[in-house]
Nanobody, 120 residues
């Protein structure tokens, strides 16, 4: 599975962005899809995940209530709607495919990342 993220960019605090992750090479319908992020000088951290059906989701406490994950298995795409962005959300955001877990080690396929920068 090849994963390609898009939708990152520069936004002011309080603004919104919608990230997309398009998969190719294999359908993602059998995978849990996750979003992780890595800020400068910090380790990569879990942001959100969604199960194969789209009915089960999970979020880190830092984004809960502001971010929404969704998926379209027909389009082989997963999305991350990010609202009320804060400077602390600045990071490279990665899409990943794997199993139901917030641990990096549970994900088998990774995208190259997309930069999100939130200015104050």
């Amino acid at each position: 599975v090849q994963l390609v993220e898009s939708g990152g960019g520069l936004v002011q605090a309080g603004g919104s962005l919608r990230l997309s992750c398009v998969a190719s090479g294999r359908t993602i319908s059998g995978y849990v899809m996750g979003w992780f992020r890595q800020a400068p000088g910090k380790e990569r951290e879990f942001v959100s995940l969604i199960d194969w059906s789209g009915r089960a989701t999970d979020y880190s406490d830092s984004v809960k209530g502001r971010f929404t994950i969704s998926r379209d298995n027909v389009k082989n795409t997963v999305y991350l709607q990010m609202n009320s962005l804060k400077p602390g959300d600045t990071a490279v955001y990665y899409c990943a495919a794997g199993s139901y877990s917030n641990l990096e080690s549970s994900y088998y396929y990774w995208g190259q990342g997309t930069q999100v920068t939130v200015s104050s």
